[in-house]
């Protein structure tokens, strides 16, 4: 009877103990992301009074939305936006295409060649980006370029430069044949009695049935595009091109106003944030995913 | 015997159904087909670009160039790797045989200058750089290299991927054992432990530069009210012996939480069985974690090490946004080499070059890893 009072008084002890522990973290991890969104709301002056206080982290004093509206002003933000939703969308969704095509082919159909090329696929994903980044630079300056005022070289400074490099991607055709070859594979045989094409037992079997390997894929791409940053400073030196990352290289020109970059920073990262929280349960088991390999 | 079998099989194949080969050839062309939109864009944009930075390592290619691209042999790598040894004595005076002293008492020694700039006498360290010194009793051991920031840039990569690996590791896993539990509001701190895993690396860096400011910086107001303004503030990024350090510390903040979902993933592989055998048995915590988590987390410790490792060497956003590779190159990176002559010096050949070093690096690793998990599968 008394031992089990302690030992309940012990459980609830390290329960107290547990929960301190998680929320201290909790707020080890919480606090630069709050202090942006909080700093965003505030003119520079009470930024920088309030840094030494507590206050850094409350909504209070002079707050507005003024530096919102200013990063309109000093930078062509909006542009910036567009541009990387419009190359983030375009690599994502032709992205899906062609490598859940090159999945299924080399999952499904049966042709001469194709472990080799499996291996080879594979064996690319322990090249880092950053050891191709210098040659591929050289590469995409000298590639012809069909436009309405007719063949330019170079692809330096266009949208184009920043999708395709990046649609065909090594560990999502992965991650497809994987989730193909778990399919039963009598679906295939099926198809194939009734007289369906390869494309269609692809199209109109295999893919109604793959949403969770395609939000995986989805995820996976979207991130690293809309953080891109190395690439897009290397191949796009002219503001009509930019992406949301090279764009806040504009509020560190001369005066820096803390408020702007606070506001540019949340306006750029809440979308991302708002995503995350809505569907964290995909968003980490793709991110773990990428952990599940073999 | 097997031979004519097999032989004789296909023929069988042949005459039974001239349909099943031409299902076949249709088989073959539309995996061929379907396949070559990702094989063509791989070939143009990963094998061709890693292929010519091994080929461009040995030339001379700009990226704008009026001069024709040639063959120039190791030259890259000899400035890259070349490290000398240079011992300078003590100037003594040749009168007296007294070494002469500076204005503030201290010995003197000669320039290094006067060795590597076009010195009949010691051919073999003309054009190097002052790397690093030692002292060595009274005399000075000077590491010249052929480029010197480039060395520098290969040693602070290892400190940090060093120091990085098993402290974000090991703080990984923590977090996973804390996390690792069937409680209330679990799901809302694994939530907020991920959060910076999402957020771009470069706003976490201009975010940690405000933390990390000397005058207003956050870590310097909390540091002074924890220790009730004891604390000296630091300008964590701006001293050279802190901003290795600094960048260390915010990488681990951004990283850790894609490694404490892995041990995560790993943690609820273990049996549950197997902890209730250990608690019948009579083992505590620590014992439990010793012979039953551990043994069954060591394939996930492999990738967890491999993939920080990795990370860590392409260390280079962090960077490039927080110190430029400052002070005094004190975090200066390989990626950041690369990119720096590779493409705002517009060097394409140099650039290659390191990243052939780089890649390098790379490779022992997922060799090393190879070798690992092989011998573990024994």
């Given at each position: 009877?008394?031992t ?9 002890a390290?329960?107290?103990?547990r ?7 909790a707020?080890i ?7 942006m969104?909080i700093?965003?709301l505030k003119?520079?002056?009470q930024?920088?009074q309030d840094?030494s ?5 409350l909504p209070?004093g002079?707050i507005?939305?003024d530096n ?8 062509p933000?909006?542009?910036?936006i ?7 969308a375009l690599?994502v969704?032709?992205g899906?295409l062609?490598n859940?095509m090159a999945g299924?082919s080399?999952?499904?159909?049966r042709?001469?060649g194709r472990?080799?090329v ?6 690319t994903?322990i090249v880092?980006?950053?050891?191709i ?7 995409v ?7 309405l005022d007719g ?14 490099p990046f649609v ?7 991650l ?8 039963p594979?009598?679906l295939?045989e ?6 369906a094409s390869w494309?269609?037992i692809?199209a109109n ?6 949403g ?5 894929v ?10 891109a940053?190395l690439?897009?400073i290397?191949?796009?030196q ?9 764009g806040?290289?504009?509020f560190?020109q001369?005066n820096?106003a803390?408020?702007?970059v ?9 979308p991302?944030?708002v995503m995350f929280l809505?569907?964290q349960?995909a968003?980490i ?9 073999g | ?7 004789a099989?296909?023929?069988a194949n042949?005459?039974?159904d001239?349909?099943g080969?031409?299902a ?8 061929w ?11 143009l944009?990963?094998i061709?670009?890693?292929?010519m930075?091994?080929g461009l390592?040995?030339t001379n ?5 009026p001069n ?6 190791l ?11 240079l011992?300078l004595q ?9 070494a002469?002293l500076?204005?503030?008492?201290q010995?003197t020694y000669p320039?290094?200058r006067?060795y ?10 003309d054009?190097?750089q002052e790397w ?8 000075k051991?000077v590491?010249l290299a ?6 520098k840039?290969?040693?602070?990569t290892?400190f940090?991927t ?13 977090l ?6 069937r409680?209330a509001g679990v ?5 907020i432990y991920?959060m910076?895993v999402v ?5 976490v ?6 933390i990390?400011?000397?005058q207003?910086g956050?870590?310097n107001?909390?540091?002074g009210?924890?220790?009730?303004g ?7 990024l701006?001293?050279p012996s802190t ?5 260390i510390g915010m990488s681990?903040?951004?990283?850790v939480?894609?490694?404490?979902v892995i041990?995560l993933a790993g943690l609820?592989?273990?049996?549950g069985v197997?902890?209730?055998?250990a608690?019948?048995?009579?083992a505590g915590?620590w014992d439990q974690f010793?012979?039953?988590t ?5 394939n996930?410790a492999?990738f967890i090490?491999v993939?920080i490792?990795?990370?860590a060497?392409?260390l280079?956003?962090?960077i490039n946004?927080?110190?430029?590779g400052?002070?005094?190159d004190?975090?200066t990176?390989?990626?950041f080499?690369?990119?720096?002559k590779?493409?705002e010096k517009q ?14 690096l790379v490779?022992v ?13 024994e």
């Amino acid at each position: 009877m008394n031992t089990t009072r302690i030992l309940h008084r012990n459980q609830t002890a390290t329960t107290v103990v547990r929960y301190g522990l998680m929320s201290l973290l909790a707020l080890i991890f919480l606090f630069p992301i709050v202090f942006m969104v909080i700093s965003s709301l505030k003119p520079d002056l009470q930024i920088m009074q309030d840094s030494s206080s507590f206050r850094a982290f409350l909504p209070v004093g002079d707050i507005s939305f003024d530096n919102y509206a200013e990063t309109f002003v000093r930078a062509p933000t909006g542009r910036f936006i567009f541009n990387s939703i419009l190359t983030t969308a375009l690599t994502v969704v032709l992205g899906l295409l062609v490598n859940s095509m090159a999945g299924f082919s080399l999952a499904i159909p049966r042709w001469r060649g194709r472990g080799l090329v499996l291996t080879l696929i594979i064996a690319t994903l322990i090249v880092p980006f950053e050891t191709i980044a210098i040659p591929l630079l050289l590469i995409v300056s000298r590639l012809p370029t069909i436009g309405l005022d007719g063949i330019t070289q170079g692809w330096l400074n266009t949208y184009h430069v920043q999708v395709i490099p990046f649609v065909a991607n090594a560990f999502s055709i992965f991650l497809f044949v994987q989730f193909f070859k778990s399919l039963p594979q009598e679906l295939v045989e099926a198809a194939r009695i009734d007289g369906a094409s390869w494309f269609q037992i692809f199209a109109n079997v295999m893919v109604p049935l793959s949403g969770p390997v395609f939000a995986t894929v989805t995820i996976l791409t979207f991130l690293p595009m809309w953080n891109a940053y190395l690439w897009p400073i290397m191949v796009v030196q002219i503001e009509e091109f930019r992406p949301v990352m090279v764009g806040l290289q504009y509020f560190f020109q001369l005066n820096v106003a803390w408020g702007e970059v606070m506001a540019y920073l949340t306006i750029i990262t809440l979308p991302v944030l708002v995503m995350f929280l809505a569907l964290q349960r995909a968003f980490i088991e793709s991110i773990a995913s990428t952990g599940i390999k073999g | 015997m097997t031979a004519l079998d097999t032989s004789a099989r296909t023929q069988a194949n042949h005459t039974h159904d001239q349909s099943g080969q031409s299902a076949r050839f249709w088989e073959s062309l539309a995996g061929w087909l379907m396949a070559s939109p990702a094989i063509t864009l791989l070939l143009l944009f990963m094998i061709v670009p890693f292929i010519m930075a091994f080929g461009l390592a040995f030339t001379n290619q700009r990226l704008i160039s009026p001069n024709p691209t040639e063959f120039v042999g190791l030259r890259n790598f000899e400035r890259l790797l070349t490290v000398r040894p240079l011992v300078l004595q003590p100037v003594v005076d040749p009168a007296t045989g007294v070494a002469v002293l500076d204005e503030d008492g201290q010995t003197t020694y000669p320039a290094v200058r006067t060795y590597t700039r076009n010195n009949p006498e010691y051919p073999q360290f003309d054009g190097l750089q002052e790397w690093t010194t030692w002292s060595w009793g009274d005399d000075k051991l000077v590491w010249l290299a052929g480029d010197a920031v480039f060395m520098k840039s290969l040693f602070n990569t290892l400190f940090f991927t060093v120091v990085v690996v098993p402290l974000q590791g090991s703080l990984g896993l923590l977090l996973a054992l804390i996390i690792n539990q069937r409680t209330a509001g679990v799901n809302i701190f694994r939530t907020i432990y991920f959060m910076p895993v999402v957020v771009s690396m470069v706003v976490v860096s201009i975010l940690w530069r405000f933390i990390y400011d000397g005058q207003n910086g956050l870590l310097n107001n909390i540091l002074g009210a924890v220790t009730l303004g004891n604390f000296q503030p630091v300008d964590w990024l701006g001293n050279p012996s802190t901003a290795m350090w600094a960048v260390i510390g915010m990488s681990i903040w951004q990283a850790v939480g894609f490694h404490m979902v892995i041990w995560l993933a790993g943690l609820q592989t273990i049996p549950g069985v197997l902890y209730e055998a250990a608690a019948v048995e009579g083992a505590g915590a620590w014992d439990q974690f010793v012979h039953v988590t551990w043994p069954g987390l060591r394939n996930t410790a492999v990738f967890i090490l491999v993939t920080i490792t990795m990370a860590a060497f392409g260390l280079f956003t962090q960077i490039n946004v927080m110190t430029r590779g400052g002070p005094l190159d004190s975090t200066t990176t390989l990626v950041f080499q690369a990119v720096q002559k590779g493409f705002e010096k517009q060097d394409i050949a140099y650039g290659s070059a390191i990243s052939v070093v780089f890649f390098a690096l790379v490779l022992v690793v997922a060799l090393i890893q190879r070798f690992v998990t092989r011998e573990q599968g024994e």
